[in-house]
Nanobody, 131 residues
């Protein structure tokens, strides 16, 4: 079983920045892509960004392009410890949501993810952007 632990959420004023982290450990195996979704109150969970196993391929939702950057860092491939980051700049009040880390057990993806395709979820971290 894989564990996904998110951190970095909080409250920030519009125009500010936050960096979310997602530490993956346990029996995640190898060759998986990592991503972020978000869910605002009363809305469906929506795709934000994803990054391939190698880190070479990234995909972004249109509403975050140019503002958010996803990256990943390998702590130990042998011990299956990876961390994904979501750097969020020029935040807007409409970015307010719970942000969820996600894993798909594929090496690379070429289009935005659907929530139904996700194999593992983190517990979520709250982001509040005040105007």
């Amino acid at each position: 079983q894989v564990q996904l632990e998110e951190s970095g959420g909080g409250e920030v004023q519009a125009g500010g920045s936050l960096r979310l982290s997602c530490a993956a450990s346990g029996r995640a195996g190898s060759g998986y892509s990592m991503g972020w979704f978000r869910q605002a109150p009363g809305k469906d969970r929506e795709f934000v960004a994803s990054i391939s196993w190698s880190g070479a391929t990234t995909i972004y939702a249109d509403f975050v392009k140019g503002r958010f950057t996803i990256s990943r860092h390998t702590i130990s491939r042998d011990n299956a410890k990876e961390t994904a980051y979501l750097q969020m700049n020029r935040l807007k009040p409409e970015d307010t949501a719970v942000y969820y880390c996600a894993i798909r057990r594929v090496v690379v993806t070429t289009i935005q993810w659907d929530a139904e395709q996700v194999s593992d979820w983190g517990q979520g971290t709250q982001v509040i952007v005040s105007s």
